[in-house]
């Protein structure tokens, strides 16, 4: 039993997105994921709490954030500022500082009456496209209380839902959210249990069981799957994927083109970057 | 499917100004391409000499007769000529010729009150308001000119004459020009068929066909009546000095009839319908008017059905195949409009054709009915005039004499303000301020306005307005059923987001004073700190920021309160949310602004938000616009949006597109133009982030704004998109 949160970790949210389930959304990104897959784009959603994001490149050198970081995590020294990430508490007191753009906090606590407010600022262009709210991540279902409260939220105000999952919860979490989504979109990564942990570090039975729970249940699924070059751009893997989602009932399936865009947002969260060898092959597949 | 006109194309861009020469589109008349047949008639250095010596003996008489006698002297002694690489003639003298001697020298005569005259020398010089007499810009009846023909034009007017019990000496000069210059058109088109008819090559017989059905009555083809578009337009625009701003009142209504009756009669065949539009169209394109030829698509009749049909198709098509800008392209879209035509044209748009104007249908018929009192009957076929402006069909013409600046109250309101005042004094000063300004400005404009029959008579375009002809008065003048008078207003995004930042920088965050914040101004921004302040001010209009949006509605109530207010030519006022090219112009006058602004940068184009400051994306500020009512705003409201082309990708950004537009409709929206960008535009987005800050991208299934990638990222992205093209 999932018990509902007034509050959860959301790192961002996008407006007019249109890849994201059906129509014009808006999606709301959750923090914390239990994957890491190797050219996640998307680094600042894998830690579960808020951290803040340092772009060196943008920095000015002003020292304006040294005033107010009450951690002692910026210093200047020589002329030149230095970020101590051990020290910061992700108070997000430095983001507006910085002129510069350089420091952005990624994720802050939100309750689900601020995030809807900012949801359904866009009803009118759900209206005119079957669109609606997208949870994504991260993993949604790792806040499940947060997500639940979302999602019922949302439905109470007449709008659209959807989540964006990578399949790795339990059962019984699907279960509960299921009345109150209206489209997954699901994540099929890998056919076999151990390209799925060269991929992501974890096996996919339990995703793959979950895909036949949610297709038994009547639930509507839209696959989406990154085509990574050198992971899951073979055809073996391509025509594994395809007899596996013949035994489900989808209403479509995406594969989505990968970009290796986001290595300057690992060094700016001072995380290690493991990127796919090139992006060749993908334009070919 | 347009082969021979493909053939053609090379010879056409090379009629009006030679390609491989400099051009400047703004003077694009005074050039030559082909320089037609010697033996036909003048170039424009006699033509001048001759002219000048003919206006001389003319005696002084009323203005209007002057005037059609020097048109009748240019259309007698111009040089023309017919190519075998089209299908319409080439008029040689078009650049205006007879202005010098008519309006020109008239309008210098004109004088207005002391009053007027220092209004108008202050508002300029605060760079509040720009001004000038507008004399030249309608939409003649194109259907009684398909119906009557040129002949039937002129026969017409002479009934009306005589029908007159009794007529002033104005009066009587108003025909006589219409006879003149309308006897000088025939005597033109009998002189381009026999010239026609001597020449040899293929496309010589049909055109000489043409003309002389022309010459003796009404079209009676589609070819024909592109033919006569094309001459009205040539000889209104270039020899009696009016624009014609819309061709035809909806191209693919105006030539649905013949069209099919062309095809269903076996005389054409339809490639070649298809291609006698495309030699049509290409004669805009070649002309190269720098702020495009409007041209209008689409619409719907009395009983609420669509107008578009198969021929909008056609021209579409033709339109695509031939990849050009120009005609730029109105089109009207409503809840009626099939779902081809709306994808047609957003596809288009997404492939780079950023020359469509979506105007909608619905809501401007209810403003037109509602606002303006106007019955339905008269105003469900709208004309659209220009980019935007929207009139009654051959019922209505507006002069838009000045162009208002809506940052220059905010920043007298400051420059009367000081420390101690509360936000609020600074905000009531700044509409105080804009009520002054429209006050003194229609005080000024109609004075500008008093005697505009007499600088510009318009001889052409009132012979097609049943209106003018029984009253017998000029229809640009007072002699239409509505004679309305334009105020161009622009500026609101810098208004409202200048006064949000004194808000913000003085009384919220109490960073500087007041009397600092003037100080820093006249220096132009010389404390760097503050003005990144001011630029990343949390309430920027175009956001969906509440606080930003109820100013900038306070602000579009103001505007649009002229509506209705009388005019000097028996009419009244309109307002057109829309800068033209004076957000340069204005900006280029300018101080610094507390909005961010460096002294002599542009302000915001339209009801627009100020350039890149529309941070949320394209949800927030429609909704930011809407704030503003946008088709309440009865001569137009312009509005872009931009995004980028992987944004609008696949069946996905399509429907988007579409649904963008759905609800901007819904929400009481006006026009929406949308600019798709490419490579070089996000190289330029890199160098300058400041005036991309709405640019979305699409990265790996979803969309993300451009200035929160990090540099290396960009870079990637650009490799991408140009790989992509
Ligand atoms: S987020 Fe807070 S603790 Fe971390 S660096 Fe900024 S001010 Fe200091
Ligand atoms: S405030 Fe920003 S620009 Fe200034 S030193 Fe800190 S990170 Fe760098």
Known sequence: MITEKATGIVTDFKRFAVHDGDGIRTTVFLKGC?????????????????????????????????????????TIEDGRHRFHREKCTACGKCENACLAGALKLCGREMSIAEVIKVVAEDKMFYETSNGGMTLSGGEPTLQPGFTLSLLKAAKAEGINTALDTCGLTTREIYEELLPFVDTFLYDIKHITDGGHIR???????????????????GARIEIRTPLVPGFNDDSETLHGIGRLLSGVNITRAKLLPYHSYASSKYDALGMENTPPPSSARTRRT | MLDQLKRDIPFIENKYHKTDEPFNAFARMSYHGWEGDPSTGMDDGE?????????????????????????????????????????????????????????????????????????????????????????????????????????GIRERAQKYRAGHPSLSEKQTAYFDAIDIEYAAIL???????????????????????????????????MYERLMLIYLYFMLSESVDAYQVRSLGHGLDHD??????????????????????????????????????????????????????????????????????????????????????????????????????????????????????????????????KGCYEFAVRAGEFSAAPTYINLLAPAVSALNRSADG??????????????????DGAIMMTNELERELDEINPSVM????????????????????????????????????????????????????????????????????????MALTCPHKYGCGDPEADSLGAKIADMVASCQGRPNARGGDYKVDMHSARQFIEFGRRMGATADGRLAGEETSKNGSAVMGMDRNGVTALIRSIL??????????????????????????????????????????????????????TLRDAQAHPEKYQNLQVRVCGWNTLWNNMAKEEQDKYIERSENLQ
């Open chain 1, 34 to 74: 239990p994957l890491k897959c190797v050219w996640c784009h998307n680094p600042e959603s894998i830690g579960r709490t808020p951290e803040l994001a340092f772009y060196r490149e943008k920095c000015a050198h002003c020292g304006e954030c040294v005033k107010v970081c009450p951690s002692g995590a910026h």
């Open chain 1, 199 to 217: 991929c992501t570090g974890h096996g996919n039975e339990r995703i793959l069981e979950n895909l036949r729970f949610l297709s038994d249940a």
């Open chain 2, 47 to 151: 033509l001048k000499d001759a002219l000048s010596a003919f206006a001389d003996a003319i005696p002084d008489t009323e203005h209007a007769v002057i005037k059609a006698k020097l048109f009748a002297f240019v259309l007698d002694h111009m040089r023309i000529g017919i190519d075998e690489h089209d299908y319409f003639p080439l008029l040689y003298n078009w650049n205006r010729p007879l202005s010098a001697f008519a309006a020109g020298r008239w309008e210098r005569q004109m004088k207005i009150s002391d009053e007027a005259a220092k209004f108008r020398a202050e508002a300029v010089a605060s760079a509040a308001i720009n001004c000038w007499r507008d004399y030249d810009h309608a939409v003649p009846d194109w259907h009684a000119l398909y119906e009557l023909g040129f002949p």
């Open chain 2, 187 to 221: 005597r033109l088109i009998a002189r381009l068929r026999d010239y026609a008819a001597g020449c040899a090559f293929d496309k010589a017989e049909r055109i000489a066909e043409c003309l002389d059905h022309l010459a003796k009555g009404a079209p009676t083809t």
């Open chain 2, 255 to 384: 030539l649905t009839a013949p069209y099919l009756a062309d095809r269903a009669a076996g005389r054409f065949t339809e490639e070649e319908l298809a291609s006698f539009i495309g030699y049509f169209l290409m004669q805009f394109s070649a002309i190269g008017n720098y702020w495009g030829q409007p041209l209008y698509l689409g619409g719907t009749n009395l009983d609420g059905s669509t107008r578009v049909n198969e021929l909008t198709r056609v021209i579409l098509d033709v339109y695509d195949e031939l990849g050009i800008y120009n005609p730029k392209l109105q089109v009207k879209y409503s809840k009626t409009s099939p779902s081809w035509y709306l994808d047609k044209m957003l596809d288009m748009v997404r492939r780079g054709h950023s020359s469509f104007v979506f105007v909608c249908d619905d809501n401007i018929r209810a403003m037109m009915t509602g606002i303006r009192g106007i019955p339905k009957e008269r105003c469900y076929d709208f004309d659209v």
């Open chain 2, 421 to 438: 005042d509360a936000y609020a004094d600074i905000e009531a000063r700044c509409l105080d301020d804009l009520r002054a300004l429209l």
């Open chain 2, 461 to 532: 375009l009132s012979a097609t307005i049943t209106r003018s002809l029984e009253l017998a008065r000029d229809a640009y003048h007072d002699g239409a059923e509505y004679n309305t008078t334009v105020f161009v207003v622009g500026g609101l995004g810098s208004a409202v987001d200048a006064l949000m930042a004194v808000k913000y920088l003085v009384y919220e965050t109490g960073t500087v004073s007041l009397s600092e914040l003037k100080r820093v101004l006249t220096e132009n921004w010389s404390d760097g700190k503050l003005r990144q």
């Open chain 2, 627 to 680: 704030v503003t009512r946008p088709a309440r705003f009865t001569e137009g409201y312009g509005f872009d949006v931009m995004l980028h082309e992987t944004a609008v990708q696949g069946d996905d950004g399509l429907a988007a597109m579409r649904a963008l537009l759905a609800a901007y409709d819904a929400g009481g929206g006006s026009t929406i133009q949308f600019n798709i960008f490419d490579a070089s």
